[in-house]
Every structure is written in C-alpha cells, then in structure tokens.
C-alpha cells in the first residue's frame, strides 16, 4: 500500500483501491474510498462548510513515537506508518493501510477489522477477510461495498434513526439501511465509547452490530464515505457532527403548542367547526392538520372544490381564531391527475427499470415525484404555492416522504441522481428541501414541515418527522419512546408521534382510552404535541356524485370524544403544554445553536453516571424534566432511576430525591411522573 500526504489529507492507494483520510472540523475526520479513476464528488449528508484545523501528519517514526510518548506513554502499534492528527481525533494507519481511530488521550476509539497475513504482525491470520471490500459490480464503474470494524465488549451504540422495535442500544442490532413506513434509516450513532460515526452512504444496504465485529454494507454504491468524530461527552459529539450536516432553523412559536388532526376531516365545514369547538371550549391550539385526500386526485395539489369550496375564508378565519393550517401534501401523481403528463414528459417521475411504471395502487394508480430532481423539487413547490399559498398556507404535510414503494423492491427505480439502490435514502432529504427553500425563497421565516421519514441532514430543512402508522397499543407506545431517542441521538431534534397511535384504536373501547390518556400525558412533553389516529370503525364510504372517488373518514378524535372522564384528563395536558413554553423555547434554542437533541437520553445530560446509559424507558426533555412514561396497561405506580449528581424533585408531590437512586412514585391515569433537576421553577403541575 502507497501511503503519502497530499496537504491535510493522507493519501492511501493500491492496486485500484484510493483511500483519502482526511480532517473535517472540529475532532472530526472524513474517510472515503473507491475503485474508480476519480473519486465520486457528492458530499450527502456533509453540506455545511467546516473550519478549518491545525491538523497534521505524522509520517516520521521518530515523529511517531514522540507523538505518542506525548499521549501517557501509549505504546505505537506494530507496522504504524502515518498518522493524521486533528484535535482530539487520530487516525494512525499501517504499512498495509489498515486504520485505527484514537482519542486525545490515545485511547482505540474504533478500528477497521481485517483478518490476513501481515509481515509486521504475528498475530494475523490467513483468512483474507479485508476491512474495506470494494467488489467491481461487472459491466459498469459501481461496487457493492463491505466496510468492517472491530466490535468491543461493553460498547454500547445509540442513534441510526427509527426502527420498530423496543432496544435503544443498537449494539447486537441488524439493522436495514433503507427506509419504510415507520422505518427512518439515519446512519449516525453515537458510541458509548467516546465517539460518533456516520455512514455517508443514502444507498440501501445494512448495518450488524455484532458482538464479534460491525459491519456497513452497500448493495450498489460508487464510493465509501464516512465521518467519525470524538468528544468527552455526548453534547460534544453531536456538537460536531451537526456542525458538518446541519442544525435545525429556530423553532417557530406555532411549533410549541398543540396540534389537532385526525384521518380524516372530510370537508371544510366539518374543519372550522372543529376549530370552532375548541376554541368555544377555551382550548388552546396553534395548529389544525387537514389530511391527505382533500384534494381532487394524487399529484394535483389542490383543494378538491366541492368539499373545500372556499379556502380563502377558512384560512381568514383560522388566522383570526389563531390556528395554523397545515395542509398534507403526496409525492404520488395519478396516471389521470392533469400535472402527469408535463411532468413524465420533463423527467420529474422517478422511473423504473422494468416493470409498469406503476408505484403505488392506493386510491389510484400513482408514481411518485423524483425528489431527487431540483426542477422537480421546485415543480411541485410552485404547484403548491399557486394552489395553496395564495390562501396563506404556509405550512405543509409532506406525507408518503420514504416513498412508499409497493413493493420495496429498490433495484426496480432510478432516480435523477442515479439507481434507487445507490441513492433512495435521500428521497426524504428532497423533498423537505424543496419546500423549505420555496418558503424561503417566499419570505417565509416559520418553516417547519412534518414528513413521515428523514435521512441524515434532514434536519437543516426544517424536518418535523412523526413515525408513521403504528398501532394503538402499549408495546407500540414503548417502541415509540425509543424510536423518539434514537432520532435524537441520530441528530434529527424534531420528532413526534401519533399519540394514541394510528391504527386500532376505538374510542369507546376502555382499554384504548387508558392507553390514549397515557400517550396523550407523554406526548405533552415531546418536541411537538400532535394529535392523530384513524380511530375505528370508519364511517361508511361516501357518494361520488362527480365521480372522484374519496376516502371516507375515521371516527371522531378531539380530545371530548372519549367520555368525560377522559375529557377531563386530556384537557389538563392542553395547559401544561402552555405553562411549558418559555421553557421549551429555551431548549429549542440549544437544538438550534449547538445541535443538543430536544429529548434526550439520560447518559445524554448524565455521560458520568454508569446506570443512565442502561435506562430506556425514561429521558429528559431538555435538561432539567426528567419524563417517564406509564409503558404498561394498568400499571398507577412507576420506578424510575433519577440520575446520580443532581437533586430532583417530583413535579406532583414537590419530593425531593437525592440523585443516583431508583425510587417509585405514584402514577394515577390521570398523571406522568415528571421531576425537575437542582431546583428549577418549572409549572408543570401548579394549576
């Protein structure tokens, strides 16, 4: 292996394999590869401009072994030949180019895992397993790609987005890196260890965490390409990681408070005499969500005028009762929507390979819009300013975002940046980019746009993402609070979920109200507090008198249609969630100076005390709430691990507990134990 420097960047070549090792910010490094003449120039998820460092390579044994004398006496590796220095991150390379990661202090942080002979290393084995393993797909310049890295016991792994299942430590996970409903695939995660790593890779493959090695796989890709950071603390970590792929804009105020939607509200009266409801109730409300099929088919991206004959002075009046109103938006364009042709004709379709051309057959038979496409991004946008922006909707759903393919069969699309097999993560990222830099573009300083799936990035463009159709049950509940941690930790702040959960739930059914007071208390302190659910049985299925086929709807789901008992517990949460907002804001304003997850993990806020990076079912919102969620039907106490180092007391009662302990605290359906850390004055409770 040919190892040289080339400025700030080690240069790695054999044979046709190029490695560049090179810094990218603050205690950071880029690692990319390939076995192409050129290497392939997309940056993905690492947009933003970094600073520039004091960097260096080491290239001099003499040099070497100074520098390392320098770190506690750490001894040099058998065969190192360079290393890269960059704050408090090194990458020390062998004569055979084979990578270790340390931290300031020369402690491994991760290494590349490769089993083969080595002249240096007598402990090598011949089994000729490489830890970068570019193999030539025929015919063409792609790779599948395998990158390998060794595992070590105790290490614990947290982020990689949304999966659906109920462990927050990946660590033993497999995990697909391709996105579904419900499934957000974010590949960064932050290790126990000391250290952060995003796979820089939107191409569908794999990721194991074993307990014997780790393993990223691409089925097609054209490069590897990743980032690792170190830091003495979680906040560190995603400091710098956020620093390279983004932080989100400043919370609108509209974001803070509650927001009502349900599948689904069938026409505008219906509509304004919900908001009109609430508010004679004295309610609060900031947002109201009109759901998918207001339209009059896919891809026209317009109110359908028989239901919603009047936007203009439904928005007018929203404006004045002071509810935002949120329109959802498909990426799916029916074979019979007017916008077809023009756009298959342009180009702004994503296309297949074989097959019909037919993406999707809900309600219609649809392909859906090329995200991926910047004149398609700015298509679809300008449809959707002329059909809804004209009204004063400024706000936008942007549903289906992963796209929902059916089936999931990736090796079928293409895109305008290339093979869905190589680029497909990054559908979501276009389309929340489209509309956040048509807003801009227009004035508009409150973006937020609420998407069912993000990729890495996603959250500079305003990302609200929710996680999709769950189910209304209690495991789906506890799946969700790890699903919510995992964003955070995977650097995506705004996230969110059905409360209640979208599919199952019927309101007079006693075991759904018990789990719907319970969601709805948790959802109080997550980033956004949404309503939604499809709440069964559906109302039968409507006349067509024009002949445009329409959905009919779910049952009631404001928070008076579940019985009075449940009114009352409900209602409560609506003004929690006000006295929580000078509060909140606080927190959103670290989220977006510093990149600091809104929920966060208790070894987040507590790195120093060993049981919080054990603890999954409860978590801080911000940095002085401690929130721990009723998991179980039936359950009215709850234990709870208040973190060693700080003195909480309990929101309800007003005991204080000394930090470092579990304790057990009543939980009345009516309540969700909250503590607040070193004395802050926080009303939650106080009426």
Same mark, same amino acid.
């Given at each position: 292996?040919?190892?040289?420097?080339?400025? =700030?960047?080690?240069?790695? +070549?054999?044979?046709?394999?190029?490695?560049?090792?090179?810094?990218?910010?603050?205690?950071?490094?880029?690692?990319?590869?390939?076995?192409?003449?050129?290497?392939?120039?997309?940056?993905?998820?690492?947009?933003?401009?970094?600073?520039?460092?004091?960097?260096?390579?080491?290239?001099?044994? +003499?040099?070497? +072994?100074?520098?390392?004398?320098?770190?506690?006496?750490?001894?040099?590796?058998?065969?190192? *030949?360079?290393?890269?220095?960059?704050?408090?991150?090194?990458?020390?390379?062998?004569?055979?180019?084979?990578?270790?990661? &340390?931290?300031?202090?020369?402690?491994?942080?991760?290494?590349?895992?490769?089993?083969?002979?080595?002249?240096?290393?007598?402990?090598?084995?011949?089994?000729?397993?490489?830890?970068?393993?570019?193999? $030539?797909?025929?015919?063409?310049?792609?790779?599948?790609? %395998?990158?390998?890295?060794?595992?070590?016991?105790?290490?614990?792994?947290?982020?990689?987005?949304?999966?659906?299942?109920?462990?927050?430590?990946?660590?033993?996970?497999?995990?697909?890196?391709?996105?579904?409903?419900?499934?957000?695939?974010?590949?960064?995660?932050?290790?126990?260890?000391?250290?952060?790593?995003?796979?820089?890779?939107?191409?569908?493959?794999?990721?194991?965490?074993?307990?014997?090695?780790?393993?990223?796989?691409?089925?097609?890709?054209?490069?590897?390409?990743?980032?690792?950071?170190?830091?003495?603390?979680?906040?560190?970590?995603?400091?710098?990681?956020?620093?390279?792929?983004?932080?989100?804009?400043?919370?609108?105020?509209?974001?803070?408070?509650?927001?009502?939607?349900?599948?689904?509200?069938?026409?505008?009266?219906?509509?304004?005499?919900?908001?009109?409801?609430?508010?004679?109730?004295?309610?609060?409300?900031?947002?109201?969500?009109?759901?998918?099929?207001?339209?009059?088919?896919?891809?026209?991206?317009? *109110?359908?005028?028989?239901?919603?004959?009047?936007?203009?002075?439904?928005?007018?009046?929203?404006?004045?009762?002071?509810?935002?109103?949120?329109?959802?938006?498909?990426?799916?364009?029916?074979?019979?929507?007017?916008? &077809?042709?023009?756009?298959?004709?342009?180009?702004?379709?994503?296309?297949?390979?074989?097959?019909?051309?037919?993406?999707?057959?809900?309600?219609?038979?649809?392909?859906?819009?090329?995200?991926?496409?910047?004149?398609?991004?700015?298509?679809?946008?300008?449809?959707?300013?002329?059909?809804?922006?004209?009204?004063?909707?400024?706000?936008?759903?942007?549903?289906?975002?992963?796209?929902?393919?059916?089936?999931?069969?990736?090796?079928?699309?293409?895109?305008?940046?290339? $093979?869905?097999?190589?680029?497909?993560?990054?559908?979501?990222?276009?389309?929340?980019?489209?509309?956040?830099?048509?807003?801009?573009?227009?004035?508009?300083?409150?973006?937020?746009?609420?998407?069912?799936?993000?990729?890495?990035?996603?959250?500079?463009?305003?990302?609200?993402?929710?996680?999709?159709?769950?189910?209304?049950?209690?495991?789906?509940?506890?799946?969700?609070?790890?699903?919510?941690?995992?964003?955070?930790?995977?650097?995506?702040?705004?996230?969110?979920?059905?409360?209640?959960?979208?599919?199952?739930?019927?309101?007079?059914?006693?075991?759904?109200?018990?789990?719907?007071?319970?969601?709805?208390?948790?959802? %109080? *302190?997550?980033?956004? *507090?949404?309503?939604?659910?499809?709440?069964?049985?559906?109302?039968?299925?409507?006349?067509?008198?024009?002949?445009?086929?329409?959905?009919?709807?779910? =049952?009631?789901?404001?928070?008076?249609?579940?019985?009075?008992?449940?009114?009352?517990?409900?209602?409560?949460?609506?003004?929690?969630?006000?006295?929580?907002?000078?509060?909140?804001?606080?927190?959103?304003?670290?989220?977006?100076?510093?990149?600091?997850?809104?929920? &966060?993990?208790?070894?987040?806020?507590?790195?120093?005390?060993?049981?919080?990076?054990?603890?999954?079912?409860?978590? %801080?919102?911000?940095?002085?709430?401690?929130?721990?969620?009723?998991?179980?039907?039936?359950?009215?106490?709850?234990?709870?691990?208040?973190?060693?180092?700080?003195?909480?007391?309990?929101?309800?009662?007003?005991?204080?507990?000394?930090?470092?302990?579990?304790?057990?605290?009543?939980?009345?359906?009516?309540?969700?134990?909250?503590?607040?850390?070193?004395?802050?004055?926080?009303?939650?409770?106080?009426?």
């Amino acid at each position: 292996m040919m190892i040289r420097a080339e400025g =700030q960047r080690l240069l790695l +070549r054999g044979g046709h394999e190029t490695v560049w090792i090179e810094p990218w910010g603050a205690d950071s490094l880029r690692v990319r590869g390939c076995i192409s003449a050129e290497m392939d120039g997309h940056d993905w998820a690492l947009t933003e401009p970094v600073e520039e460092t004091d960097a260096r390579i080491l290239m001099e044994e +003499r040099d070497i +072994r100074e520098a390392w004398e320098i770190r506690d006496g750490q001894p040099l590796r058998t065969g190192t *030949f360079a290393v890269l220095e960059n704050g408090g991150i090194c990458a020390e390379v062998t004569d055979e180019g084979w990578i270790t990661f &340390r931290n300031r202090r020369g402690e491994v942080l991760t290494q590349e895992y490769w089993r083969d002979r080595n002249r240096m290393n007598r402990h090598a084995v011949p089994l000729r397993i490489s830890a970068r393993e570019m193999k $030539p797909i025929p015919g063409c310049d792609d790779m599948q790609l %395998c990158a390998r890295f060794e595992a070590f016991d105790g290490e614990r792994i947290f982020g990689m987005g949304q999966y659906q299942d109920s462990r927050m430590d990946k660590k033993g996970a497999v995990l697909e890196l391709a996105h579904r409903n419900s499934q957000a695939s974010v590949p960064f995660y932050i290790s126990s260890r000391g250290y952060g790593f995003l796979w820089n890779n939107p191409a569908v493959g794999q990721a194991v965490f074993g307990t014997n090695r780790t393993e990223w796989t691409a089925l097609s890709t054209k490069k590897l390409d990743y980032f690792i950071t170190a830091g003495d603390t979680p906040a560190d970590i995603l400091r710098n990681y956020t620093r390279a792929s983004g932080r989100v804009p400043v919370m609108p105020e509209y974001g803070l408070g509650y927001w009502q939607c349900k599948l689904r509200y069938r026409t505008q009266e219906e509509f304004l005499a919900m908001i009109r409801e609430h508010k004679r109730r004295g309610l609060p409300m900031d947002v109201a969500v009109i759901d998918f099929f207001h339209w009059t088919l896919q891809g026209d991206f317009k *109110f359908d005028p028989v239901c919603w004959p009047d936007p203009a002075a439904m928005v007018e009046e929203m404006n004045r009762l002071g509810v935002r109103c949120v329109v959802s938006v498909w990426p799916t364009v029916d074979e019979r929507s007017e916008n &077809r042709g023009e756009m298959a004709e342009k180009g702004y379709l994503v296309q297949t390979d074989r097959g019909t051309g037919v993406h999707m057959t809900w309600m219609g038979a649809t392909a859906f819009y090329d995200a991926t496409n910047p004149e398609a991004q700015r298509y679809v946008y300008e449809k959707c300013r002329e059909n809804y922006g004209r009204y004063g909707i400024r706000t936008y759903w942007l549903d289906e975002a992963e796209p929902e393919y059916g089936p999931y069969d990736f090796d079928i699309y293409r895109y305008w940046a290339g $093979p869905a097999l190589q680029v497909t993560n990054s559908y979501p990222v276009g389309y929340a980019k489209g509309f956040y830099e048509g807003l801009r573009g227009d004035g508009e300083k409150d973006i937020i746009s609420l998407v069912r799936c993000a990729w890495a990035g996603s959250q500079k463009y305003g990302v609200l993402c929710w996680s999709g159709d769950v189910h209304s049950t209690f495991r789906a509940m506890r799946e969700q609070l790890q699903a919510g941690l995992s964003m955070a930790a995977a650097g995506i702040p705004w996230w969110t979920c059905d409360l209640g959960g979208f599919i199952g739930g019927v309101n007079d059914d006693p075991a759904f109200r018990e789990l719907l007071a319970r969601w709805f208390a948790w959802g %109080c *302190f997550l980033p956004v *507090f949404r309503m939604h659910g499809e709440r069964q049985p559906w109302y039968p299925q409507e006349p067509a008198p024009d002949g445009v086929q329409r959905p009919s709807s779910g =049952q009631a789901n404001e928070i008076w249609s579940f019985g009075e008992e449940m009114y009352a517990i409900l209602r409560r949460y609506l003004f929690i969630r006000e006295r929580l907002r000078p509060y909140l804001r606080e927190v959103m304003a670290q989220a977006h100076e510093s990149g600091a997850p809104v929920m &966060r993990p208790l070894w987040y806020e507590f790195p120093e005390d060993p049981a919080c990076w054990d603890v999954e079912d409860s978590y %801080c919102l911000g940095g002085s709430l401690l929130i721990a969620p009723v998991l179980e039907a039936g359950a009215r106490e709850r234990s709870v691990y208040l973190p060693a180092g700080a003195v909480w007391k309990d929101a309800f009662s007003g005991i204080k507990y000394t930090g470092g302990q579990r304790v057990t605290v009543d939980a009345p359906l009516e309540m969700i134990p909250v503590f607040i850390r070193d004395g802050r004055d926080i009303p939650v409770y106080a009426e």
